[in-house]
């Protein structure tokens, strides 16, 4: 997962519509967010990984990725989870680009599907969920 995605639609997000979003417009923004976003996938994030679109509605924004080499019956939602949750934490409550969602209170979610495009488990991050978070790595 490149650190520069995140930026990439927090950037979208924040340059488009600023830190000061009135409430009522958000849901707009954050489809425009995505809209922009989208323009730029599919994208390559690394060997395993491909960042397929972006969604952005409900409070919510979501990036939905498709992990090109694993089928669903070789990795479980709890599997996956376990091995990216801390890291998508860390990375939407401590990166510089993200904290647009966070302060807007917008929930962040990942999406992964299989090759064969079945999912596998959305993790989100709520802004809550910062609380007390530093930087690692």
Same mark, same amino acid.
């Given at each position: 997962?490149?650190?520069?995605?995140?930026?990439?639609?927090? &950037?979208?997000?924040?340059?488009?519509?600023?830190?000061?979003?009135?409430?009522?417009?958000?849901?707009? =923004?954050? /489809?425009?967010?995505?809209?922009?976003?989208? #323009? &730029?996938?599919?994208?390559?994030?690394?060997?395993?990984?491909?960042?397929?679109?972006?969604?952005?509605?409900? &409070? &919510?924004?979501?990036?939905?990725?498709?992990?090109?080499? %694993?089928?669903?019956?070789?990795?479980?939602?709890?599997? *996956?989870?376990?091995?990216?949750?801390?890291? *998508?934490?860390?990375? %939407?409550?401590?990166? =510089?680009?993200? =904290?647009?969602?966070?302060? #807007?209170? %917008?929930?962040?979610?990942?999406?992964?599907?299989?090759?064969?495009?079945?999912?596998?488990?959305?993790?989100? %991050?709520?802004?809550? #969920?910062?609380?007390?978070?530093? /930087?690692?790595?």
């Amino acid at each position: 997962f490149s650190n520069g995605i995140g930026q990439l639609a927090g &950037r979208f997000f924040g340059d488009s519509f600023g830190t000061g979003v009135r409430e009522g417009k958000l849901d707009a =923004q954050l /489809r425009e967010a995505a809209n922009l976003l989208n #323009q &730029r996938l599919p994208m390559t994030v690394d060997a395993e990984t491909r960042l397929d679109s972006s969604v952005g509605a409900d &409070r &919510r924004f979501i990036y939905k990725y498709t992990l090109v080499n %694993v089928t669903a019956d070789m990795l479980t939602p709890a599997e *996956l989870k376990a091995a990216m949750e801390e890291t *998508l934490i860390n990375r %939407v409550c401590t990166e =510089q680009g993200m =904290q647009v969602f966070v302060k #807007q209170g %917008v929930t962040v979610s990942y999406a992964y599907a299989d090759k064969n495009g079945k999912e596998i488990a959305v993790l989100s %991050v709520a802004p809550g #969920q910062c609380a007390g978070v530093t /930087r690692k790595g």
